[in-house]
């Protein structure tokens, strides 16, 4: 069970309760923050995080396949699989798709400016 975050920061439900995730919602609570910390940032867990922030200066016909294979770099350590990943060029953001204990599930993450 984990935390759920949103925006940032931990998520309350009433009472001022910190909100809880199991199961698959609780994997996709760790894939997100992976996924958008930039790797090398924590300097006593330097291989936590993602190489998604360097995506905007690939060319964008590599920015999919370059996608996939940061969020499988950064996902290593899961017990995910990344079968794919599509990127949106207008909106600038990345949809993973992964695949969990036989369930098919996606997320998206959206790139800042550099």
């Known amino acids: 069970?984990?935390?759920?975050?949103?925006d940032g920061d931990y998520y309350l439900e009433g009472g001022g309760?910190?909100?809880?995730?199991?199961?698959?919602?609780?994997?996709?609570?760790?894939?997100?923050?992976k996924l958008q910390v930039r790797r090398g940032s924590f300097p006593l867990m330097p291989r936590l995080g993602s190489?998604?922030?360097?995506?905007p200066r690939a060319k964008a016909s590599a920015r999919a396949a370059l996608g996939a294979s940061y969020?499988?770099?950064?996902?290593?350590?899961?017990e995910v699989a990344v079968t794919r990943a599509?990127?949106?060029e207008e909106r600038r953001r990345l949809t993973v798709f992964?695949?969990?204990?036989?369930e098919e599930l996606s997320v998206?993450?959206?790139m800042g400016e550099e």
């Open 71 to 78: 969020a499988a770099e950064a996902l290593a350590e899961e």
């Open 86 to 88: 599509e990127w949106e």
């Open 1 to 6: 069970m984990v935390s759920k975050l949103r």
């Open 17 to 33: 309760i910190f909100a809880r995730a199991e199961g698959a919602e609780a994997l996709l609570e760790r894939v997100m923050f």
């Open 108 to 110: 998206g993450v959206t």
């Open 98 to 102: 992964l695949r969990w204990q036989g």
């Open 51 to 55: 190489r998604l922030y360097l995506l």
